[in-house]
């Protein structure tokens, strides 16, 4: 059984415009999963930040 109810059509914004700032984000290759899932699979990579700014440098990720 499911435990939550996942809609198959999902708003994504994707990986930045190429003339933005990468920053500390890695973006994996678009690949197609097939045979498993049968969708359309990217990855996003990024460090964890930090509550206390005096340990991270990546400043602008804190809210």
């Known amino acids: 059984y499911k435990?939550?109810?996942m809609p198959q059509?999902?708003?994504f914004l994707g990986p930045p415009h190429p003339e933005d700032p990468l920053g500390p984000t890695i973006w994996t290759r678009p690949y197609f999963d097939c045979g498993?899932?049968?969708k359309w699979i990217i990855s996003a990579v990024a460090p964890i930040v930090?509550?206390?700014p005096r340990h991270t440098a990546y400043r602008h990720f804190q809210s």
């Open 3 to 5: 435990l939550y109810e």
């Open 9 to 11: 059509i999902f708003e």
């Open 36 to 38: 498993r899932s049968n």
């Open 50 to 52: 930090d509550i206390y």
